[in-house]
């Protein structure tokens, strides 16, 4: 990569943490368009069309295609009022609709490491009886209300009987809202974002009789990456972790790292069997976000090493979308390790709703495969 580029690129970085995303946006632009593949770095490019991993060949993201969803990103964010923050970043004027009976509170949680707002979905058939605990993380750009309604999780707990929290990011702690899933000081147990997701859980798990050992956390893209490290940093709070679009547990330590590891994976932090988290990854493999290749590191985390029995299957859901499902399952039978690889997808939540950002409407159902696998496990 040419000097010019490198200093554009820095540059937006700095904009974009201090919310001047329009001059961020230009930098970018500037950064696109002005950097020829021929000055790309050996480590962003080779002379290889794809990635093979696990036996499967993965299509490699140009640097290009990089910026490029970096530039629409930015596109979609906006600048908030710095007024009372951190709660403003939990409300939204067009709420997810309820049904009778049921709950979408706002609520916050404080510690030493800081306040963040969440919301809380209470299904209209708790009558004080325990439930299932599901923590989301929503994604850059995205709100509790926005998450909740593309995702229909939600709708989804009306149904199966259990509670859903929102942790939200507000833009003081990132500028683009994204959990800062690539920063060493947050990627460890009680401190920093996991502190406080940790704590936003523990606070639901005083106040409502949450059933023993059934409490979940999944997340997209910023949000699925987070999961992964709490997971990794609370084995004994989370019976199992959903990753959608999202990176391993210490597959970058700083922004470029993060860069690289969105591109061409990262180099996931090591994992012992006795602290693995079984997990469930969904992942597009026309994703030019997050390259493909994560998802295979997530459930590579996963395994940490255990003799499991992969089991392939292909098919495609109601609304035409392919699919191949792996599932690593152990001697008793039980799915440790599930990984849905989305033919022609992006980076989208599949089987969402229009009605939220991100969404792939035509996948199959990512909300309610991950109920499916979290039933089978819990904490003892």
Same mark, same amino acid.
């Given at each position: 990569?040419?000097?010019?580029?490198?200093?554009?690129?820095?540059?937006?970085?700095?904009?974009?943490?201090?919310?001047?995303?329009?001059?961020?946006?230009?930098?970018?632009?500037?950064?696109?368009? +002005? =950097?020829?593949?021929?000055?790309?770095?050996?480590? /962003?490019? #080779?002379?290889?069309?794809? $990635?093979?991993? %696990?036996?499967? @060949?993965?299509?490699?993201i140009s640097l290009r295609e990089t910026l490029g969803g970096l530039v629409e990103r930015l596109g979609r964010l906006r600048p908030t009022p710095p007024l009372d923050e951190a709660f403003a970043q939990a409300s939204d004027p067009a709420p997810a609709r309820k049904a009778d009976g049921s709950r979408?509170?706002?609520?916050?949680?404080?510690?030493?490491?800081?306040?963040?707002?969440?919301?809380?979905?209470?299904?209209?058939?708790?009558?004080?009886?325990?439930?299932?605990?599901?923590?989301?993380?929503?994604?850059?750009?995205?709100?509790?209300?926005?998450?909740?309604?593309?995702?229909?999780?939600?709708?989804?707990?009306?149904?199966?009987?259990?509670?859903?929290?929102?942790?939200?990011?507000?833009? +003081? =702690?990132?500028?683009?809202?994204?959990?800062?899933? /690539?920063? #060493?000081?947050?990627?460890? $147990?009680?401190? %920093?974002?996991? @502190?406080?997701?940790?704590?936003?859980?523990?606070?639901i798990m005083e106040e409502f009789p949450v059933a023993q050992g059934r409490v979940y956390i999944a997340g997209l893209s910023a949000g699925g990456a987070a999961a992964a490290i709490m997971g990794s940093a609370y084995p004994d709070l989370y019976a199992a972790i959903g990753v959608h679009s999202g990176?391993?547990?210490?597959?970058?330590?700083?922004?470029?790292?993060?860069?690289?590891?969105?591109?061409?994976?990262?180099?996931?932090?090591?994992?012992?069997?006795?602290?693995?988290?079984?997990?469930?990854?969904?992942?597009?493999?026309?994703?030019?976000?997050?390259?493909?290749?994560?998802?295979?590191?997530?459930?590579?985390?996963?395994?940490?090493?255990?003799?499991?029995?992969?089991?392939?299957?292909?098919?495609?859901?109601?609304?035409?979308?392919?699919?191949?499902?792996?599932?690593?399952?152990?001697?008793?039978?039980?799915?440790?390790?599930?990984?849905?690889?989305?033919?022609?997808?992006?980076?989208?939540?599949?089987?969402?709703?229009?009605?939220?950002?991100?969404?792939?409407?035509?996948?199959?159902?990512?909300?309610?495969?991950?109920?499916?696998?979290?039933?089978?496990?819990?904490?003892?």
């Amino acid at each position: 990569m040419n000097a010019p580029t490198k200093i554009d690129m820095l540059a937006a970085l700095r904009l974009t943490r201090e919310g001047r995303l329009e001059e961020a946006m230009t930098a970018l632009r500037g950064a696109f368009s +002005s =950097a020829p593949q021929s000055n790309i770095e050996p480590e /962003f490019e #080779s002379s290889a069309p794809s $990635r093979t991993f %696990g036996g499967a @060949s993965l299509p490699r993201i140009s640097l290009r295609e990089t910026l490029g969803g970096l530039v629409e990103r930015l596109g979609r964010l906006r600048p908030t009022p710095p007024l009372d923050e951190a709660f403003a970043q939990a409300s939204d004027p067009a709420p997810a609709r309820k049904a009778d009976g049921s709950r979408f509170e706002q609520r916050s949680f404080a510690n030493a490491a800081g306040v963040r707002a969440y919301k809380l979905y209470v299904p209209s058939g708790f009558n004080g009886q325990p439930l299932p605990l599901v923590v989301m993380l929503h994604g850059c750009a995205q709100s509790p209300d926005d998450f909740a309604a593309g995702t229909r999780m939600n709708h989804l707990a009306e149904e199966q009987t259990f509670l859903v929290a929102y942790p939200a990011q507000p833009q +003081s =702690a990132n500028a683009g809202k994204c959990w800062n899933w /690539f920063k #060493s000081g947050d990627q460890q $147990r009680d401190r %920093g974002e996991p @502190s406080l997701i940790a704590g936003i859980t523990r606070q639901i798990m005083e106040e409502f009789p949450v059933a023993q050992g059934r409490v979940y956390i999944a997340g997209l893209s910023a949000g699925g990456a987070a999961a992964a490290i709490m997971g990794s940093a609370y084995p004994d709070l989370y019976a199992a972790i959903g990753v959608h679009s999202g990176l391993a547990c210490g597959a970058a330590r700083d922004m470029p790292s993060a860069f690289t590891a969105m591109k061409n994976g990262g180099s996931p932090a090591a994992t012992s069997r006795a602290s693995a988290v079984p997990a469930i990854v969904f992942h597009g493999d026309s994703d030019t976000t997050v390259h493909p290749v994560n998802g295979h590191e997530v459930i590579t985390q996963a395994k940490a090493g255990a003799k499991l029995d992969p089991k392939v299957t292909g098919g495609v859901s109601p609304n035409g979308r392919k699919y191949t499902q792996t599932v690593h399952v152990d001697a008793g039978g039980r799915p440790m390790a599930e990984h849905w690889v989305l033919h022609g997808s992006g980076h989208a939540w599949s089987g969402g709703s229009a009605a939220g950002s991100y969404t792939d409407p035509h996948g199959p159902d990512a909300s309610r495969e991950m109920m499916r696998f979290f039933a089978h496990h819990r904490i003892r």
